[in-house]
């Protein structure tokens, strides 16, 4: 007879695997498939308004060229990392406009370009807290709204053999040795992987 203890590892093995599982309906799954997903970019329109506003110009365009260059980041991780579905950029400014059917997506500029027609079904995804109420003690993560989909950020240490810390903007996509996470608020590489890895799985194993 086995004892409590081996029974009781057993049930968390089985307990992790399955948590560890992603699902999502076919009919939400096989949509994101189609239509893919519009990504929501920070454009910290009213922080930068607030600054022309009160005549800091150099400032309000400092803030806009750094956010500029880090989005100019994201799309090339998207290109470089992400082949489940299309991928569509759009400004959170824009966010509600989007949800109205308005043209808002940007073009390889980033430039909002309303010549650029909408997917059939939107599906809106983020690199973000989930809501509000988590801005204090939650985490940033992948989610796409509406399907329950939601991956973590890689978290890495450095192994015993790797005593360099890895800069996030070079952190590769499969570390021989582990990461040491700078930031969590910037996205790395091994984020875009995990989220792409993920749809896969919950595509060939819908609820």
Known sequence: MKSPAFLLVIALVLLVTACS?????????DSVKTNGICFRLMDYRQRIEYFEKQGQSQRAEEERRK???????VQKLFRE????????FFYASENEALLQGQRVLLNENMET????????????????VRDV?????????????????EVRPAFFM???????YVTPENAPVEPK?????????????KDLHKFNKKLYAAYSNPK
């Open 21 to 29: 599982t992603p699902h999502a309906p076919r009919p939400v799954i």
């Open 67 to 73: 956010q500029l260059e880090y989005n100019r980041y």
């Open 81 to 88: 990392n992400f082949d489940f579905c299309p991928v569509y």
């Open 113 to 128: 370009d309303s010549s650029l027609s909408l997917p059939s079904k939107i599906h809106i995804a983020a690199y973000s």
């Open 133 to 149: 109420g988590e801005s204090v003690h939650g985490s940033e993560r992948f989610y796409i709204l509406g399907t329950g989909m």
């Open 158 to 164: 450095p192994s015993a053999g790797n005593k360099d």
């Open 177 to 189: 040795g582990f990461i040491f996470r700078l930031n969590q608020n910037t996205l790395i590489a």
